[in-house]
Protein backbone atom coordinates (compact mmCIF):
# COMPACT_ATOMS: atom_id res chain seq x y z
CA UNK A 1 0.00 0.00 0.00
CA UNK A 2 1.36 3.62 -0.39
CA UNK A 3 1.21 6.24 1.70
CA UNK A 4 -0.03 9.58 1.36
CA UNK A 5 1.81 11.86 2.35
CA UNK A 6 2.65 15.53 1.67
CA UNK A 7 5.91 16.11 -0.18
CA UNK A 8 7.45 19.09 -1.14
CA UNK A 9 10.94 19.10 -2.90
CA UNK A 10 12.52 22.17 -0.59
CA UNK A 11 13.74 22.44 2.91
CA UNK A 12 14.18 19.11 4.99
CA UNK A 13 11.08 17.01 3.31
CA UNK A 14 13.67 16.23 0.59
CA UNK A 15 14.87 13.31 2.10
CA UNK A 16 11.35 11.49 2.99
CA UNK A 17 10.42 12.23 -0.59
CA UNK A 18 13.89 10.67 -1.63
CA UNK A 19 12.65 7.96 0.59
CA UNK A 20 9.31 7.45 -0.97
CA UNK A 21 10.78 7.30 -4.16
CA UNK A 22 13.64 4.83 -3.91
CA UNK A 23 10.60 2.52 -2.20
CA UNK A 24 8.60 2.82 -5.11
CA UNK A 25 11.62 3.10 -7.73
CA UNK A 26 11.13 -0.58 -9.31
CA UNK A 27 7.50 0.11 -10.16
CA UNK A 28 8.12 3.31 -11.59
CA UNK A 29 11.30 1.81 -13.42
CA UNK A 30 8.51 -0.97 -14.84
CA UNK A 31 5.97 1.63 -15.11
CA UNK A 32 8.46 3.90 -17.38
CA UNK A 33 9.19 0.45 -19.31
CA UNK A 34 5.38 -0.19 -20.02
CA UNK A 35 4.88 3.63 -21.71
CA UNK A 36 8.20 3.51 -23.31
CA UNK A 37 7.34 0.53 -25.29
CA UNK A 38 9.93 -1.93 -23.47
CA UNK A 39 12.82 0.27 -24.36
CA UNK A 40 15.11 0.23 -21.35
CA UNK A 41 17.41 3.02 -21.99
CA UNK A 42 14.12 5.20 -23.21
CA UNK A 43 12.86 4.41 -19.84
CA UNK A 44 16.01 5.01 -17.57
CA UNK A 45 16.35 8.78 -19.28
CA UNK A 46 12.10 8.81 -18.58
CA UNK A 47 12.66 7.93 -15.21
CA UNK A 48 16.01 10.48 -14.54
CA UNK A 49 13.76 12.95 -16.05
CA UNK A 50 10.56 12.63 -13.83
CA UNK A 51 12.94 12.71 -11.03
CA UNK A 52 15.04 15.94 -12.04
CA UNK A 53 11.60 17.50 -12.41
CA UNK A 54 10.50 16.36 -8.71
CA UNK A 55 14.01 17.50 -8.14
CA UNK A 56 13.92 20.97 -8.92
CA UNK A 57 10.14 21.31 -7.97
CA UNK A 58 8.76 21.45 -11.20
CA UNK A 59 6.41 18.49 -10.49
CA UNK A 60 5.19 19.20 -7.04
CA UNK A 61 3.00 16.64 -4.98
CA UNK A 62 -0.06 18.52 -3.68
CA UNK A 63 -1.74 15.11 -1.73
CA UNK A 64 -4.71 15.29 -3.90
CA UNK A 65 -3.86 11.22 -4.19
CA UNK A 66 -1.91 8.83 -3.29
CA UNK A 67 2.46 9.57 -4.10
CA UNK A 68 2.36 6.45 -6.16
CA UNK A 69 -0.79 7.23 -8.17
CA UNK A 70 0.82 11.21 -8.87
CA UNK A 71 4.38 9.71 -9.59
CA UNK A 72 3.30 7.43 -12.51
CA UNK A 73 1.51 9.94 -13.86
CA UNK A 74 4.36 12.14 -13.76
CA UNK A 75 5.80 9.21 -15.65
CA UNK A 76 3.31 8.62 -18.48
CA UNK A 77 3.37 11.85 -18.83
CA UNK A 78 6.77 12.47 -18.79
CA UNK A 79 7.32 9.71 -21.34
CA UNK A 80 4.68 11.12 -24.08
CA UNK A 81 6.30 14.32 -23.85
CA UNK A 82 10.11 12.35 -24.62
CA UNK A 83 8.09 10.28 -27.21
CA UNK A 84 7.03 12.92 -28.95
CA UNK A 85 10.61 14.81 -28.73
CA UNK A 86 12.74 12.12 -29.64
CA UNK A 87 10.33 11.76 -32.89
CA UNK A 88 10.81 15.37 -33.53
CA UNK A 89 13.99 15.34 -33.32
CA UNK A 90 14.67 12.36 -35.57
CA UNK A 91 12.33 14.46 -38.51
CA UNK A 92 14.31 17.11 -38.15
CA UNK A 93 17.91 15.24 -38.73
CA UNK A 94 16.66 12.63 -41.35
CA UNK A 95 13.29 14.21 -43.03
CA UNK A 96 12.60 10.68 -43.99
CA UNK A 97 9.54 9.60 -42.20
CA UNK A 98 10.30 5.77 -42.55
CA UNK A 99 13.54 6.24 -40.75
CA UNK A 100 11.47 7.83 -38.44
CA UNK A 101 9.28 5.29 -37.68
CA UNK A 102 12.25 2.71 -37.32
CA UNK A 103 13.96 5.13 -34.89
CA UNK A 104 11.01 5.49 -33.10
CA UNK A 105 10.14 1.55 -32.64
CA UNK A 106 11.50 0.15 -29.81
CA UNK A 107 15.08 -1.93 -30.28
CA UNK A 108 14.57 -5.66 -30.01
CA UNK A 109 17.53 -6.60 -28.44
CA UNK A 110 17.01 -3.65 -25.88
CA UNK A 111 13.95 -4.67 -24.65
CA UNK A 112 14.64 -8.17 -24.60
CA UNK A 113 17.25 -7.69 -20.84
CA UNK A 114 16.43 -11.06 -20.13
CA UNK A 115 16.20 -14.73 -21.85
CA UNK A 116 12.22 -14.64 -22.21
CA UNK A 117 10.42 -17.71 -22.21
CA UNK A 118 8.65 -18.59 -25.47
CA UNK A 119 5.27 -18.15 -23.70
CA UNK A 120 6.65 -14.80 -22.07
CA UNK A 121 7.74 -13.84 -25.30
CA UNK A 122 4.09 -14.47 -27.20
CA UNK A 123 2.33 -12.39 -24.03
CA UNK A 124 4.66 -9.08 -24.93
CA UNK A 125 3.98 -9.27 -28.57
CA UNK A 126 0.35 -9.91 -27.38
CA UNK A 127 0.41 -7.18 -24.84
CA UNK A 128 2.52 -4.91 -27.73
CA UNK A 129 -0.64 -5.63 -30.18
CA UNK A 130 -3.42 -4.13 -27.43
CA UNK A 131 -3.92 -0.33 -28.18
CA UNK A 132 -2.10 2.09 -25.87
CA UNK A 133 -4.80 2.84 -22.89
CA UNK A 134 -5.66 -1.06 -23.02
CA UNK A 135 -2.27 -2.18 -22.17
CA UNK A 136 -1.83 0.54 -19.53
CA UNK A 137 -4.76 -0.29 -17.72
CA UNK A 138 -3.81 -3.58 -17.77
CA UNK A 139 0.28 -3.10 -16.87
CA UNK A 140 -1.39 -0.65 -13.73
CA UNK A 141 -3.76 -3.43 -12.53
CA UNK A 142 -2.16 -6.51 -13.06
CA UNK A 143 1.72 -6.11 -12.67
CA UNK A 144 1.29 -2.72 -10.19
CA UNK A 145 -1.38 -4.45 -8.07
CA UNK A 146 -3.39 -0.47 -7.87
CA UNK A 147 -7.58 -0.51 -8.05
CA UNK A 148 -9.20 0.49 -11.16
CA UNK A 149 -9.85 3.46 -9.41
CA UNK A 150 -5.79 4.30 -9.05
CA UNK A 151 -5.25 3.11 -12.05
CA UNK A 152 -8.16 5.57 -13.72
CA UNK A 153 -6.17 8.34 -11.71
CA UNK A 154 -3.04 7.88 -13.46
CA UNK A 155 -4.61 7.39 -17.09
CA UNK A 156 -6.06 10.46 -16.08
CA UNK A 157 -9.86 9.32 -17.14
CA UNK A 158 -12.91 8.28 -15.64
CA UNK A 159 -13.19 4.96 -13.76
CA UNK A 160 -16.08 3.94 -15.99
CA UNK A 161 -13.85 4.71 -19.01
CA UNK A 162 -10.79 2.89 -17.59
CA UNK A 163 -13.35 -0.27 -16.14
CA UNK A 164 -14.08 -0.22 -20.38
CA UNK A 165 -10.32 -0.70 -21.08
CA UNK A 166 -9.29 -2.82 -18.69
CA UNK A 167 -11.88 -5.23 -20.07
CA UNK A 168 -11.73 -4.70 -23.53
CA UNK A 169 -8.08 -5.12 -22.81
CA UNK A 170 -8.31 -8.61 -20.98
CA UNK A 171 -10.36 -9.77 -23.34
CA UNK A 172 -8.11 -8.79 -26.89
CA UNK A 173 -5.28 -10.73 -24.57
CA UNK A 174 -7.20 -13.47 -24.25
CA UNK A 175 -8.51 -13.80 -27.36
CA UNK A 176 -4.45 -13.50 -28.74
CA UNK A 177 -3.08 -15.74 -25.95
CA UNK A 178 -5.33 -18.38 -27.41
CA UNK A 179 -4.62 -17.94 -30.99
CA UNK A 180 -0.95 -18.51 -30.02
CA UNK A 181 -1.49 -21.04 -27.94
CA UNK A 182 -3.33 -23.02 -30.52
CA UNK A 183 -0.39 -21.67 -33.38
CA UNK A 184 2.09 -22.85 -31.32
CA UNK A 185 1.13 -25.60 -29.18
CA UNK A 186 1.89 -23.78 -26.21
CA UNK A 187 -0.07 -24.23 -22.85
CA UNK A 188 -1.17 -21.73 -20.23
CA UNK A 189 0.64 -22.40 -16.97
CA UNK A 190 3.44 -24.38 -19.00
CA UNK A 191 1.89 -27.79 -18.70
CA UNK A 192 3.07 -29.71 -22.04
CA UNK A 193 0.60 -30.01 -24.34
CA UNK A 194 -0.48 -34.40 -24.87
CA UNK A 195 -0.66 -33.64 -28.63
CA UNK A 196 2.46 -32.26 -29.14
CA UNK A 197 4.08 -35.04 -27.53
CA UNK B 1 -15.23 -19.61 -13.66
CA UNK B 2 -12.72 -19.53 -17.15
CA UNK B 3 -12.62 -16.14 -16.84
CA UNK B 4 -11.37 -16.31 -13.19
CA UNK B 5 -8.83 -18.67 -14.56
CA UNK B 6 -7.52 -16.89 -17.12
CA UNK B 7 -7.07 -13.70 -14.64
CA UNK B 8 -4.77 -15.79 -12.78
CA UNK B 9 -2.75 -17.11 -15.58
CA UNK B 10 -2.51 -12.80 -16.80
CA UNK B 11 -1.60 -12.55 -12.93
CA UNK B 12 1.16 -14.88 -13.28
CA UNK B 13 2.97 -13.94 -16.37
CA UNK B 14 2.51 -10.21 -15.46
CA UNK B 15 4.34 -11.05 -12.60
CA UNK B 16 6.92 -13.12 -13.87
CA UNK B 17 7.88 -10.25 -16.25
CA UNK B 18 7.84 -8.07 -13.49
CA UNK B 19 10.29 -9.96 -11.85
CA UNK B 20 12.33 -9.75 -14.91
CA UNK B 21 12.34 -6.21 -14.74
CA UNK B 22 13.24 -5.80 -11.04
CA UNK B 23 16.56 -8.04 -12.03
CA UNK B 24 17.33 -5.38 -15.40
CA UNK B 25 16.42 -2.34 -13.34
CA UNK B 26 18.96 0.24 -12.68
CA UNK B 27 20.05 1.26 -9.11
CA UNK B 28 17.89 4.07 -7.66
CA UNK B 29 20.93 6.13 -6.10
CA UNK B 30 22.48 6.07 -10.12
CA UNK B 31 19.74 7.31 -11.31
CA UNK B 32 18.99 10.22 -8.48
CA UNK B 33 22.47 11.15 -8.88
CA UNK B 34 22.05 11.63 -12.37
CA UNK B 35 19.56 13.62 -12.34
CA UNK B 36 21.19 15.96 -9.49
CA UNK B 37 24.09 16.38 -11.79
CA UNK B 38 21.32 17.19 -14.51
CA UNK B 39 20.42 20.17 -12.53
CA UNK B 40 23.77 21.62 -12.06
CA UNK B 41 24.51 21.95 -15.48
CA UNK B 42 23.80 25.55 -17.06
CA UNK B 43 21.36 25.54 -19.39
CA UNK B 44 21.96 26.26 -23.15
CA UNK B 45 21.58 29.86 -23.55
CA UNK B 46 21.64 29.79 -26.98
CA UNK B 47 18.06 28.48 -28.71
CA UNK B 48 17.99 27.97 -32.30
CA UNK B 49 13.97 27.65 -32.42
CA UNK B 50 14.13 31.32 -30.56
CA UNK B 51 16.81 32.73 -32.55
CA UNK B 52 15.18 31.74 -35.73
CA UNK B 53 11.86 33.32 -34.57
CA UNK B 54 13.10 36.31 -33.64
CA UNK B 55 15.11 36.96 -36.70
CA UNK B 56 12.28 35.75 -38.64
CA UNK B 57 10.02 38.60 -36.87
CA UNK B 58 12.52 41.22 -37.15
CA UNK B 59 12.46 40.95 -41.20
CA UNK B 60 8.76 41.02 -40.85
CA UNK B 61 9.33 44.53 -39.07
CA UNK B 62 11.51 45.48 -41.55
CA UNK B 63 9.80 44.86 -44.80
CA UNK B 64 6.72 46.23 -43.39
CA UNK B 65 8.84 48.92 -42.16
CA UNK B 66 10.20 49.90 -45.75
CA UNK B 67 6.64 49.62 -47.64
CA UNK B 68 4.96 52.35 -44.99
CA UNK B 69 7.40 54.66 -45.59
CA UNK B 70 7.05 53.93 -49.60
CA UNK B 71 3.74 54.21 -49.56
CA UNK B 72 3.81 57.54 -47.26
CA UNK B 73 6.51 58.92 -50.04
CA UNK B 74 4.02 57.83 -52.78
CA UNK B 75 1.24 59.90 -51.11
CA UNK B 76 2.21 63.42 -50.99
CA UNK B 77 3.58 63.42 -54.81
CA UNK B 78 0.06 62.42 -55.72
CA UNK B 79 -1.30 65.21 -53.64
CA UNK B 80 1.06 67.88 -54.74
CA UNK B 81 -0.30 67.02 -58.37
CA UNK B 82 -3.60 67.41 -57.82
CA UNK B 83 -2.64 71.22 -55.96
CA UNK B 84 -1.21 72.22 -58.86
CA UNK B 85 -4.42 72.12 -60.94
CA UNK B 86 -6.59 73.99 -58.53
CA UNK B 87 -7.77 77.11 -59.81
CA UNK B 88 -5.60 78.95 -57.40
CA UNK B 89 -2.04 78.31 -59.04
CA UNK B 90 -3.71 79.64 -62.39
CA UNK B 91 -1.53 82.75 -62.84
CA UNK B 92 1.96 82.32 -63.50
CA UNK B 93 4.62 81.97 -61.07
CA UNK B 94 7.59 83.86 -62.35
CA UNK B 95 9.49 83.83 -59.27
CA UNK B 96 9.49 79.89 -59.27
CA UNK B 97 11.30 79.30 -62.31
CA UNK B 98 15.08 81.10 -60.64
CA UNK B 99 14.25 78.78 -57.40
CA UNK B 100 14.39 75.73 -60.36
CA UNK B 101 17.37 77.21 -61.66
CA UNK B 102 18.99 77.58 -58.16
CA UNK B 103 18.01 74.24 -57.01
CA UNK B 104 19.60 72.67 -59.91
CA UNK B 105 22.66 74.39 -60.27
CA UNK B 106 23.87 73.57 -56.17
CA UNK B 107 23.93 70.08 -56.39
CA UNK B 108 27.14 69.13 -58.69
CA UNK B 109 29.22 68.50 -55.52
CA UNK B 110 26.64 67.04 -53.72
CA UNK B 111 25.78 63.15 -52.88
CA UNK B 112 23.85 61.30 -55.99
CA UNK B 113 20.72 60.94 -53.85
CA UNK B 114 20.50 64.78 -53.55
CA UNK B 115 20.84 65.02 -57.20
CA UNK B 116 18.62 62.97 -57.86
CA UNK B 117 15.90 64.55 -55.31
CA UNK B 118 16.45 67.67 -56.90
CA UNK B 119 16.78 67.15 -60.40
CA UNK B 120 12.84 65.37 -59.56
CA UNK B 121 11.92 68.56 -57.87
CA UNK B 122 12.97 70.92 -60.85
CA UNK B 123 10.89 68.64 -63.32
CA UNK B 124 7.87 68.98 -61.15
CA UNK B 125 8.27 72.69 -60.91
CA UNK B 126 8.83 72.73 -64.69
CA UNK B 127 5.54 70.98 -65.22
CA UNK B 128 3.72 72.75 -62.89
CA UNK B 129 4.89 76.07 -64.74
CA UNK B 130 3.84 75.05 -67.89
CA UNK B 131 0.49 73.65 -67.01
CA UNK B 132 -0.19 77.34 -64.71
CA UNK B 133 0.33 79.23 -68.40
CA UNK B 134 -1.83 77.01 -70.18
CA UNK B 135 -4.26 77.32 -68.01
CA UNK B 136 -4.53 81.15 -68.34
CA UNK B 137 -5.08 80.91 -71.91
CA UNK B 138 -7.53 78.83 -71.61
CA UNK B 139 -9.54 81.48 -68.87
CA UNK B 140 -8.83 84.07 -71.24
CA UNK B 141 -10.36 82.24 -74.04
CA UNK B 142 -13.26 81.75 -71.48
CA UNK B 143 -13.99 85.34 -70.94
CA UNK B 144 -14.10 86.18 -74.41
CA UNK B 145 -16.87 83.12 -75.60
CA UNK B 146 -19.98 84.19 -76.79
CA UNK B 147 -23.04 81.84 -77.54
CA UNK B 148 -23.94 81.72 -81.24
CA UNK B 149 -27.35 82.00 -80.34
CA UNK B 150 -26.68 85.57 -78.30
CA UNK B 151 -27.73 87.70 -81.60
CA UNK B 152 -31.42 86.16 -81.66
CA UNK B 153 -32.59 87.72 -78.08
CA UNK B 154 -31.38 90.93 -79.16
CA UNK B 155 -34.38 93.38 -80.46
CA UNK B 156 -35.56 97.06 -81.35
CA UNK B 157 -36.70 97.44 -78.18
CA UNK B 158 -33.83 96.82 -76.01
CA UNK B 159 -33.49 100.54 -75.03
CA UNK B 160 -37.04 101.23 -73.83
CA UNK B 161 -36.81 97.87 -71.69
CA UNK B 162 -33.24 98.75 -70.71
CA UNK B 163 -34.07 102.07 -69.90
CA UNK B 164 -35.16 103.83 -66.33
CA UNK B 165 -36.93 107.19 -66.07
CA UNK B 166 -34.80 109.74 -64.23
CA UNK B 167 -36.08 111.88 -60.98
CA UNK B 168 -35.53 115.09 -62.81
CA UNK B 169 -37.45 114.62 -65.68
CA UNK B 170 -40.65 116.47 -66.82
CA UNK B 171 -44.02 115.99 -66.87
CA UNK B 172 -44.79 115.64 -70.67
CA UNK B 173 -41.57 112.84 -70.17
CA UNK B 174 -42.76 111.22 -67.67
CA UNK B 175 -46.20 110.57 -68.93
CA UNK B 176 -45.05 108.78 -71.73
CA UNK B 177 -44.39 105.97 -69.53
CA UNK B 178 -47.87 106.01 -67.70
CA UNK B 179 -50.56 104.08 -69.33
CA UNK B 180 -53.02 106.89 -71.56
CA UNK B 181 -56.06 106.69 -69.46
CA UNK B 182 -57.36 110.11 -71.08
CA UNK B 183 -58.04 108.68 -73.92
CA UNK B 184 -59.74 105.82 -72.61
CA UNK B 185 -62.25 108.03 -70.96
CA UNK B 186 -63.19 110.00 -74.09
CA UNK B 187 -63.95 107.03 -75.94
Known sequence: MTRSVSVKTDGM??????????RLHSASFGWALSCCRRDQTEAEEVLQTVYLKIFEGKARFGGESSLKTWLFAVIRKTAATEYRRRLLRSF?????PEEIVERAAPNESQSAGYERSELQGHFQSAMKSLPKRQREALHLVFYEDLSLREAADV???????????????????????ATMELGYGISWGRKENPSAV | MESVGDEKKIRALFS????ADEQTAPAFTAVWQRAQSRSMKPRRAFNLSFAVATALLFCAMATLAVLSIRSQRAVPASASATM?????????????????????????????PVKIRVAKSS???????????QLAKEAKAIESWQSPTADLLSSPSDGLFKSLPQLNENANELKSFLPNRENEKEK
Open chain 1, 13 to 22: QITELKAELE
Open chain 1, 92 to 96: RLTGD
Open chain 1, 155 to 177: MGVSIGSARQHYERGKKRLRESL
Open chain 2, 16 to 19: ELKI
Open chain 2, 84 to 112: SATPDSFAPRSDKGSNVAVAVETPKDSSP
Open chain 2, 123 to 133: QRHAQEIAANS
